[in-house]
C-alpha cells in the first residue's frame, strides 16, 4: 500500500525533528526571552507593593531571564501573588512548541477558554512571544500507537492494507483536529510576534483562514507541505 506521503500521519512518526534554534528566525541576536511585564498585563496596573515588583519592567524581564533555566524559582515566584505570576508566566511561556503531547495540547485548550471567557486578570497567552508547531514523533507514535503498531509492531506483517488505511485515515482526521485547535490558540495570542511551521504535513484553506488571524509578524512555514485539493 502506498500512502501519499504529506497527507499521512505516518510521515510524521519518522522524519528529522524541526525545532528552532540556529535559525534565530524573526529574533535579533540580542533580544530577551521574556516580555515586559507590562506588556503582558494588558493595560492592568500592578496590584502588588513589593519592592521586587516596583523596578522598571525591562529590568524585570532581565531578572527572570536569568532564571530561565532555574525552573523552581520561577514556579516558586509565581506563587507569591498574581503579579509574580505573571512575571514568571513571562519567561516559563515566551516560547511554546506545540509538539503534539498531551499537556500542549491541554494547554492549547486552556488558551482558547482563557481567550473565550474574558478572565479578569492576565492570562498565559499574553506571555507567548514566539510559537513552533513541531509534533515529535514520540508523541505522535504514542498517540496514534495502533497505526504505529500496523507498521513497525512485531506484528505488522498480518495486519491487512485495508486495516492500515482505516488507521491511517482515523489518525489523519484526528491529527487535523487537533491541529486546527492548536491554531485557534495560536489565534488568540495577543503578543505573538514568531511563528515557525515545521510540521511536513498537508496544509488546507481552513489552515490559511485561521492562521492569518494571528497576531504573529513573522510566520515561516518551512518543508515541503503539499496543499490539499480546493486550495
Not at 56 to 72: C, G, H, K, Y
Not at 185 to 200: G, Y
Request: charge should be negative.
Amino acid at each position: 500500500m502506498k500512502f501519499a506521503f504529506y497527507h499521512d500521519v505516518l510521515s510524521l512518526m519518522m522524519g528529522k525533528l524541526g525545532l528552532p534554534g540556529a535559525d534565530n528566525f524573526g529574533r535579533e541576536s540580542n533580544q530577551r526571552r521574556s516580555l515586559l511585564l507590562d506588556t503582558v498585563m494588558q493595560g492592568r496596573p500592578r496590584v502588588s507593593s513589593y519592592k521586587l515588583l516596583q523596578l522598571p519592567a525591562e529590568i524585570l524581564a532581565n531578572i527572570v531571564d536569568l532564571l530561565s533555566n532555574d525552573r523552581t524559582s520561577l514556579e516558586s515566584l509565581a506563587l507569591v501573588n498574581s503579579d509574580c505570576q505573571q512575571l514568571a508566566r513571562c519567561c516559563q511561556f515566551a516560547e511554546v512548541n506545540f509538539d503534539y503531547s498531551l499537556e500542549v495540547k491541554q494547554l492549547a485548550s486552556q488558551l482558547v477558554e482563557d481567550k473565550s471567557s474574558q478572565l479578569p486578570k492576565p492570562g498565559i497567552g499574553a506571555c507567548i512571544r514566539r510559537v513552533t508547531f513541531a509534533s515529535h514523533p514520540h508523541h505522535v507514535a504514542h498517540t496514534h500507537r495502533e497505526l504505529y503498531e500496523s507498521f513497525y509492531g512485531d506484528d505488522a506483517q498480518s495486519v491487512a492494507v485495508e486495516q492500515r488505511q482505516v488507521l491511517s485515515d482515523e489518525a489523519r482526521e484526528e491529527y487535523v483536529v487537533a491541529r486546527a485547535a492548536a491554531v485557534e490558540a495560536i489565534s488568540s495570542l495577543p503578543n505573538l510576534e514568531t511563528l515557525s511551521w515545521r510540521d511536513q504535513f498537508s496544509l488546507d484553506k481552513s489552515f490559511f483562514e485561521r492562521i492569518t488571524r494571528c497576531s504573529a509578524q513573522h510566520i515561516d512555514l518551512t518543508g515541503r507541505q503539499s496543499m490539499t485539493p480546493g486550495l
